[in-house]
């Protein structure tokens, strides 16, 4: 049978990019959105808040984190004397980049009796201007434990903010951010494919739009969505975030049938995140080989953005 090179070249990386774990006492952590063949070889897969949970506890001497910039330094600043390294370091977030420390801390000054929430999706000086940190599984959570009267910022996400103050009867002051990918879902087009496939669930990610939220039959975060996947007894799923889940979606449910929902742009029907899908495997294997792409966070902001992480944590 003829050789095909590329299917070569994929099960040679699989083996070194395991040799090189053991050797270095390495643990590949991934996110849902990362390429398949990234989460075949992962150690851990899964959302932002169990990649947070992971980095905490792990004793592995290098993390490589298959995912994007914030989450590679919320593992450093968890776990500072490790190394964590990260597969393409142009792999940021439109989201954290939508909330700028300088324009956030005076939004921050301009609320002084407000207790400020931030999304895990933000830069560590961003971080460290915030009370508590939350991911998008336990928002709602730690929202709830807060006194009823109690008066909140929530950044940067404004859909996932509007989510959580139509679920809590909140009335927290919503940053002006969104995600590029989640901000894009259509509405038309989703509506469209519940009409040719009716019996379809609909699970949306909060950080996609209010509109959108109020269609789906489940929102929740990767972790949720899946959960919620398999245990309930449809066949048919309209999948309302990043495409790069359906491939634990289908190992986990592989009698299912889930669709992944379009975008709205004419010219790209993308509903991937070009941050996430920048770490390949070929570089996996060469930031574990060379232990380069480290992330480092200034010790007096890491200082001060871990308490909000590990408030998160202690709360959730
Ligand atoms: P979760 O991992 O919390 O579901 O968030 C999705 C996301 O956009 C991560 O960048
Ligand atoms: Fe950021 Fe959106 Fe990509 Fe998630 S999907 S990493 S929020 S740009």
Redesign the pocket.
């Known amino acids: 049978m003829e050789k095909n090179p590329t299917l070569e070249r994929l099960s040679w990386l699989r083996e070194e990019i395991s040799r090189l774990k053991k050797e270095k006492n390495a643990l590949i952590m991934a996110h849902y959105?990362q390429r398949d063949e990234i989460q075949e070889i992962a150690d851990f897969i899964g959302d932002s808040l169990a990649l947070a949970r992971q980095a905490a506890k792990t004793d592995a001497d290098i993390i490589v984190m298959c995912g994007?910039h914030f989450m590679g330094e919320t593992a450093k600043i968890l776990s500072p004397e490790k190394k964590v390294l990260i597969p393409d370091t142009e792999a940021g977030?439109?989201?954290?980049d939508s909330c700028n420390p300088e324009e956030f801390e005076k939004f921050v000054k301009e609320h002084p009796d407000h207790t400020v929430i931030s999304y895990v999706?933000t830069s560590a000086a961003v971080k460290a201007l915030t009370d508590i940190v939350v991911t998008s599984g336990n928002a709602r959570q730690i929202v709830e434990q807060l006194p009823e009267d109690e008066k909140i910022i929530f950044g940067p996400d404004k859909n996932l903010g509007e989510y959580i103050n139509s679920v809590t009867g909140r009335k927290m002051l919503l940053w002006d951010g969104a995600?590029?990918?989640?901000d894009r879902f259509s509405l038309e087009k989703i509506a469209q494919m519940k009409k040719e496939h009716p019996g379809a669930k609909v699970l949306v990610h909060p950080?996609c739009r209010r509109p959108l939220q109020l269609i789906a039959d489940k929102v929740g975060s990767t972790a949720a969505l899946l959960d919620f996947a398999a245990k309930d007894d449809s066949k048919e799923y309209i999948v309302v975030t990043?495409s790069g889940i359906l491939f634990e979606m289908k190992k986990k449910c592989p009698e299912k049938i889930f669709l992944a929902a379009p975008a709205d742009d004419a010219e790209c029907q993308c509903n991937e995140?070009n941050?996430?899908k920048l770490n390949t495997l070929e570089k996996v294997y060469s930031c574990l080989r060379d232990e380069k792409h480290e992330i480092t966070v200034d010790p007096l902001i890491a200082e001060k953005a871990v308490r909000p992480i590990e408030r998160m944590l202690a709360m959730s």
Not at 93 to 96: G, H, M, Q, V
């Open positions: 959105y994007v977030c439109s989201l954290a999706n995600c590029h990918v989640h950080e990043e995140c941050f996430m």
